[in-house]
């Protein structure tokens, strides 16, 4: 396969990685348990304000790993065009999450946890480091956030 299209600039990166964040539903979510053990699942997710809101039990592995851990590797897309997001995670109780992050999760997703039951948190991911590329012609230049601010 050939390919032509020029990269992408990091503004044009940054852009595209908001608007994905805004249309997707679900995100893939990798964490480690504290003996490295990892764990990927995806789970619905919002973007709201500077960071994206996950919803899951707070006893299963994943719950465990982010209120332990603090750490999370987010992904959108497939192998041909990749977004990873490096993040530091942060537990809400079912009802302690900012009213506006609740809803907008709920409105995205048309599932309201907090009257699901008291075994789910709230998760937010802020984060520190993201990359953006579309095949290998995109992989110089991918970093497009590093400790937490944008390089675009």
Not at 12 to 35: C, K
Request: charged share 25%.
């Amino acid at each position: 396969m050939e390919i032509t299209a020029p990269p992408r600039g990091p503004g044009q990166r940054r852009q595209d990685v908001l608007d994905r964040l805004e249309r997707e539903l679900d995100i893939w979510v990798a964490t480690a348990d504290p003996d490295g053990v990892p764990c990927m699942v995806p789970l619905w997710f919002v973007w709201h304000g500077d960071a994206v809101w996950l919803c899951t039990r707070a006893a299963n592995p994943t719950g465990r790993n982010l209120r332990d851990g603090g750490r999370a590797r987010l992904a959108l897309g497939h192998t041909r065009d990749v977004v990873l997001i490096d993040g530091a995670a942060e537990v809400f109780g079912l009802r302690e999450a900012p009213a506006g992050a609740a809803e907008a999760f709920a409105a995205k997703t048309g599932w309201d946890p907090r009257g699901d039951g008291a075994s789910y948190a709230w998760f937010r991911v802020r984060p520190l480091a993201v990359q953006a590329w579309h095949e290998v012609r995109e992989l110089k230049g991918r970093h497009i956030m590093r400790d937490g601010v944008w390089t675009a």
